[in-house]
């Protein structure tokens, strides 16, 4: 049995779209956040950044959502969410994974604790301001890459897509909205056909209603 530490719509969002998409066998154990759980000694012991999530697996403590990703896709092969050694495509999956954990979540970390880069307070609005191009600029890549494909990297749906979902929702407050974007917007609007996709943001109580054109 899986324990995955999560507060709706944060990092934990895209292990727990794998943990239903594998059908595994798994407890959500909600942070209180407002509690500063995550601060605690007892959780820093599982998880010394003291972010969220953190994944517990025989009886070890995972955390960093691209790390928990990757180790569900190993353990659980059969669902084909991570190419396997030897496909070409096992690269492009590393690849994409790290840009979009490595460059555009980080470059949404910023816009969302922008108090957190800056000295003087009173320069956050501008830091905003700053990310909401450079978040842009990640998604016009990721654009790009989606031309003429159904998911990320092809035909073959992979963790990329769930991650992928996880931060476009978190991009909606963005000055450029990710449906502004011409094949990344079709694609969202076709992952919220995916059922693991429905369950889980009714789970969160998250609105998918933005990428849900008619
Ligand atoms: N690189 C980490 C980032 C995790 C992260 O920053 N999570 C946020 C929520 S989305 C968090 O715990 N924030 C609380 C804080 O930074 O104090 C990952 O991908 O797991």
Redesign the pocket.
Known sequence: MYQLYY?PN??SLAPHFLLHHMQLDYQLLLVDRKANF??SPEYIKLNP?????TLIYDGQAL????AICIHLCESHPQHQLMPEIGDPLRPQFFQWLTYL?NTL?AEL?VRY?PHRHTTDQQTVPDVVAAQDLRIAEALEVIDQQLAGKTYLLGEQLSACDYFLFMLALWSTPIERHPMSFNHLGRYLQRLTQLPSIIAVCEIEQIDISPFQVN
């Open positions: 507060y944060n990092a995550h601060k950044s003291g972010r969220i999530p955390f960093e959502s691209p954990n979540q970390m604790y």
